[in-house]
């Protein structure tokens, strides 16, 4: 399990696909890439999808995504998106009262129960008191990181 923090956009891609009956149906499918920019995210989610749909796509909506970080999962059956919310619990050193802060997050897990074991595993490595007020399965189909390229390894005064 690991964790990344960047600027997460979610994409909506709209495509014609075969179903198991073999008719085609027009769907709208959810991604989360990370980029820099709006029209960064378009870039990028359109080289993603280029390698998986065959035929024509339409990037319907971008929207920056709420998520503080994303938890992957290195498990082979975590073929699911959570988002999960966390309150983060703080004391204040005036009033002495209990002071919660929201943060959400994307989780990958193959269960719900794994994706509570994620949040746990992860979190438990912190010295921040949390509770978890909510974990729910999203339609996100993958998330798509951003990855060095080989050429970008160096700096080009070096190569």
Request: hydrophobic share 35%; glycine share 4%.
């Given at each position: 399990?690991?964790?990344?923090?960047?600027?997460?956009?979610?994409?909506?891609?709209?495509?014609?696909?075969?179903?198991?009956?073999?008719?085609?149906?027009?769907?709208?499918?959810s991604y989360?890439?990370d980029a820099l920019?709006?029209?960064?995210?378009?870039?990028?989610?359109?080289?993603?999808?280029?390698?998986?749909?065959?035929?024509?796509?339409?990037?319907?909506?971008?929207?920056?995504?709420?998520?503080?970080?994303?938890?992957?999962?290195?498990?082979?059956?975590?073929?699911?998106?959570?988002?999960?919310?966390?309150?983060?619990?703080?004391?204040?050193?005036?009033?002495?009262?209990?002071?919660?802060?929201?943060?959400?997050?994307?989780?990958?897990?193959?269960?719900?129960?794994?994706?509570?074991?994620?949040?746990?595993?992860?979190?438990?490595?912190?010295?921040?008191?949390?509770?978890?007020?909510?974990?729910?399965?999203?339609?996100?189909?993958?998330?798509?990181?951003?990855?060095?390229?080989?050429?970008?390894?160096?700096?080009?005064?070096?190569?």
């Amino acid at each position: 399990m690991r964790s990344r923090t960047a600027i997460w956009f979610e994409c909506k891609i709209r495509y014609e696909k075969v179903m198991e009956d073999g008719l085609q149906k027009k769907v709208t499918e959810s991604y989360v890439v990370d980029a820099l920019s709006f029209s960064e995210a378009e870039e990028r989610i359109i080289e993603e999808m280029s390698s998986y749909i065959s035929g024509e796509f339409d990037v319907a909506d971008i929207k920056k995504a709420p998520y503080k970080e994303i938890f992957f999962s290195d498990d082979e059956m975590a073929d699911r998106w959570y988002k999960a919310k966390l309150q983060f619990i703080t004391i204040d050193e005036k009033t002495e009262k209990e002071k919660r802060s929201s943060v959400t997050y994307l989780v990958q897990a193959g269960t719900f129960n794994g994706a509570v074991k994620n949040i746990d595993e992860v979190m438990g490595g912190t010295m921040i008191d949390y509770v978890i007020a909510a974990v729910n399965e999203t339609t996100i189909m993958d998330v798509y990181e951003y990855a060095k390229t080989k050429k970008d390894d160096k700096p080009e005064y070096e190569q």
